[in-house]
C-alpha cells in the first residue's frame, strides 16, 4: 500500500526558505504513470495547488506562487521536496503532500500533513 | 489561472440525496475529482474522471458533468458524510496546472 509522509521544519522564520520532504514508501516515484504534488490549506480555509513533478524532473507551479516555489525529485531516496521562499504569515498553513494520477487529475493518496507556522 | 466555484455549505436531511457543484471554464474541457475531507484528516479522493470511485469509496456517491458544471452526488446521505467536499480540475491552459475549488460544507441533519 502506497503511502506518502510529509517531514521538515514547523516553524519558519518571516522571509526565510520554508523546507519541506516527503517520502514515498510501498511503491516506487519513478513510475511513470504518476506525478507527485504538494498541496496547502491555511488554517480554517480551503486547499491550494502548489504544484506537482515527474519523476523525470519535469516541474509545474502555481502562477501565484511559481517565483517563489521549488519542487525538485529525489529517485535515489524515493522523496520529492519543496521549496518556498520568502515566507511571510500568509504562507502558514498545513502543507500535504500526494500523488496525482497521470491520466486523470487524481490526487490519492495523500500525506496526512505536516503544519508550517510562519512567526519570529 | 482557471478559478473552480463551489457553494460554500448545504445540509441533506439523513438518507436523503445531495448534490454538490463545482463551477468553472476549464471543467468544459476537462474533468473533474472529488475529495472528502473531515475535520483534522487529510483529503481522501471520492470521484475522478467521468464516474470513477476508488476502492473503497461507497456506491453512494457519483460524479457527473455538463457544460462548465461537475457534480458530486450523494444519494442516501449517512451521518458519516458529514465533512467538506473540493473539488479539482486542469487549468484551463492544460499545461498540466491543476486548481482546487472553493470547497462546500456538507451537514447531514
Known amino acids: 500500500q502506497l503511502q506518502l509522509q510529509e517531514s521538515g521544519p514547523g516553524l519558519v522564520k518571516p522571509s526565510e526558505t520554508l523546507s519541506l520532504t516527503c517520502t514515498v514508501s510501498g511503491g516506487s516515484i519513478s513510475s511513470s504513470s504518476y506525478y507527485w504534488g504538494w498541496i496547502r490549506q491555511p488554517p480554517g480555509k480551503g486547499l491550494e495547488w502548489i504544484g506537482s513533478?515527474?519523476?523525470?524532473?519535469?516541474?509545474y507551479y502555481n502562477p501565484s506562487l511559481k517565483s517563489r516555489v521549488t519542487i525538485s525529485v529525489d529517485t535515489s531516496k524515493n522523496q520529492f521536496s519543496l521549496k518556498l521562499s520568502s515566507v511571510t504569515a500568509a504562507d502558514t498553513a498545513v502543507y500535504y503532500c500526494?500523488?496525482?494520477?497521470?491520466?486523470?487529475?487524481?490526487?490519492?493518496?495523500w500525506g496526512q500533513g505536516t503544519l508550517v507556522t510562519v512567526s519570529s | 489561472s482557471s478559478e473552480l466555484t463551489q457553494d460554500p455549505a448545504v445540509s441533506v436531511a439523513l438518507g436523503q440525496t445531495v448534490r454538490i457543484t463545482c463551477q468553472g471554464d476549464s471543467l468544459r474541457s476537462y474533468y473533474a475529482s472529488w475529495y472528502q475531507q473531515k475535520p483534522g484528516q487529510a483529503p481522501v479522493l471520492v470521484i475522478y474522471g467521468k464516474n470513477n470511485r476508488p476502492s473503497g469509496i461507497p456506491d453512494r456517491f457519483s460524479g457527473s458533468s455538463s457544460g462548465n458544471t461537475a457534480s458530486l452526488t450523494i444519494t442516501g446521505a449517512q451521518a458519516e458524510d458529514e465533512a467538506d467536499y473540493y473539488c479539482?480540475?486542469?487549468?484551463?491552459?492544460?499545461?498540466?496546472?491543476?486548481?482546487f475549488g472553493t470547497g462546500t460544507k456538507v451537514t447531514v441533519l
Open positions: 479539482n480540475s486542469r487549468d484551463s491552459s492544460g499545461n498540466h496546472l491543476d486548481v
Open positions: 500526494a500523488r496525482r494520477g497521470g491520466n486523470w487529475n487524481d490526487y490519492d493518496p
Open positions: 513533478i515527474y519523476y523525470s524532473g519535469s516541474t
